[in-house]
């Protein structure tokens, strides 16, 4: 049992490159979440799925794309990379079983955005 | 709207101190869960208590203890006894309709 991944663990971009931040669970859990980390801000949640097929914007939704076509995957895409995204993105998964929800987060990536 | 207030920045004890870290929230629904999330130098997040909104009965869990109450919106968290690998950020959380708040961290500071 792997948790929560995340690929990569760093990466530099330029200004305007994309990329794609890959996440993957191996727990079976239905909600799936991103979430970027900046200093002195916590964190906040930019997109989220309750399962595959179905996602939603969080709080900072701009300049980010997700998809879920399985269970197991939720891809982060930036689509034009900006150096306000330089942040710590983290992905999480959790399930509810009889209100016992938990939330189990990945390792993170750091992105830095020149 | 939803909002979580970790009002302490910066906590600094020494070890065998007990310490409690405060977390006020704010939400008009009547169903919500908070969190309690601890976030070491190494970068990883820890997941370490879930209360629902209907349950307001304090937690203890070895030196970790919570106080929820629903009157004053609060859901602290106290470390007695500390020890230096307690030193770490610890956040506290709000989920209400799937989306998850958080307050912007407490770091706490354990000197030997």
């Known amino acids: 049992n792997a948790g929560v991944t995340q690929t990569p663990k760093f990466q530099v971009l330029k200004t305007g490159q994309s990329m794609t931040l890959q996440c993957a669970q191996d727990m079976n859990h239905e909600y799936m979440s991103w979430y970027r980390q900046d200093p002195g801000m916590g964190l906040r949640l930019i997109h989220y799925?309750?399962?595959?097929?179905?996602?939603d914007q969080g709080e900072v939704p701009n300049g980010y794309n997700v998809s879920r076509s399985t269970t197991e995957d939720f891809p982060l895409r930036l689509l034009s990379a900006a150096p306000s995204q330089t942040s710590v993105y983290f992905c999480a998964s959790s399930y509810s079983s009889g209100g016992r929800e938990t939330q189990y987060f990945g390792p993170g990536t750091r992105l830095l955005v020149l | 709207a939803q909002k979580v207030t970790q009002a302490q920045t910066e906590i600094s004890v020494v070890e065998k101190e007990d310490v409690t870290l405060d977390c006020v929230y704010e939400?008009?629904?009547?169903?919500?869960?908070l969190f309690w999330y601890k976030q070491p130098p190494s970068g990883e997040l820890v997941f370490l208590i879930r209360r629902n909104s209907f349950d307001e009965q304090n937690e203890i869990s070895g030196r970790y203890s919570w106080n929820f109450q629903k009157s004053t919106s609060s859901f602290n968290f106290t470390i007695t006894a500390s020890q230096v690998v307690d030193s770490a950020v610890y956040f506290c959380?709000?989920?209400?309709?799937?989306?998850?708040?958080f307050g912007s961290g407490t770091k706490l500071n354990v000197k030997p």
């Open positions: 939400t008009r629904d009547t169903t919500y869960y």
């Open positions: 799925s309750v399962g595959a097929g179905i996602t």
């Open positions: 959380a709000l989920i209400n309709f799937n989306k998850f708040y």
